[in-house]
């Protein structure tokens, strides 16, 4: 998994949205203390930036070097590279000990994880009572009524080349297992919906779903999903290439925190 990201790294850190502020400031009000937060699968920082802004110290960790030779500097953010090989033990001394973690977070990353070993590492780094562990997800853009048909049919064409685990991403978590007690924010089999709006050229929006894994597979497969043709339809349904639209992506969270 590290290696397709690697392959996707720049992408990655210019096309995706940016998580809206207010997410960070109701995720810290959750917590009664803000000493550390853990970002999980941190990729460029996006997401221990925002966390960065409420807590004393963020350490963010990836298994993908290439993500974070591309991270963003934060001075009470720590970037560690944690390949697959570190051990749980390993783990939990190089983020600060049992029970030492405020807030988790993960963002567009969890569905990648081998869940029972990450929620089982999570609520022995959680603290006790009061951590709270947050993942939250995005798996659709809505842009208009004649664009978002069009992408749906180009969405269709990268089904096959998607990870297994891709699953949980289709149905916006609500399979996702999720062993945490609801702090509100949405539950196992009960994502909280939320929408992260933005305003995109065309470009960008190719950059963004040429970042895609399955796009990336399928390339090294010999098959271009991002076709001359299928670009063009694309711009066109778009409305040209310059325009900048106001779009909407559709994310959904859950929190909790450790049942004691």
């Known amino acids: 998994m590290a290696g397709l990201f690697d392959k996707q790294a720049d992408m990655y850190a210019d096309a995706r949205p940016n998580y809206p502020m207010e997410w960070y400031a109701k995720l810290a009000s959750l917590t009664p ?21 409420h807590y004393a110290q963020v350490i963010g960790t990836d298994v993908s070097e290439a993500q974070l030779g591309r991270v ?31 807030l988790v977070t993960v963002a567009q990353a969890v569905h990648w994880f081998d869940l029972p070993r990450f929620y089982s590492l999570a609520t022995r780094l ?29 969405h269709d064409t990268t089904l096959p080349f998607w990870d297994g685990n891709i699953k949980y991403i289709f149905d916006g978590y609500k399979t996702l297992p999720f062993p945490f007690e609801s702090v509100g924010l949405g539950s196992e089999g009960s994502p909280y919906a939320l929408d992260i709006p933005k305003e995109l050229s065309f470009n960008g929006f190719l950059k963004m ?21 299928v670009v063009k339809g694309l711009e066109s349904a778009w409305g040209g290439p310059k325009l900048v639209r106001s779009v909407c992506y559709k994310a959904f969270m859950l929190a909790g925190k450790v049942r004691i």
């Open 33 to 53: 203390h803000h000493a550390l937060a853990w970002d999980v699968g941190t990729g460029n920082g996006q997401a221990a930036l925002g966390v960065a802004e």
């Open 209 to 229: 779903v040429g970042s895609w894994s399955a796009v990336i597979t399928a390339k090294s497969r010999g098959v271009d999903l991002l076709s001359e043709e």
């Open 72 to 102: 963003m500097p934060h001075p009470r953010v720590r970037y560690l590279h944690t390949p697959l090989t570190t051990n749980d033990d390993e783990m939990i001394s190089l983020i600060g000990g049992e029970n030492s973690v405020d």
């Open 126 to 154: 959680l603290s006790k009572p009061g951590g709270v562990m947050a993942v939250w997800c995005y798996n659709d853009v809505t842009v208009s009524p004649t664009f978002d048909p069009v992408m749906k049919r180009f």
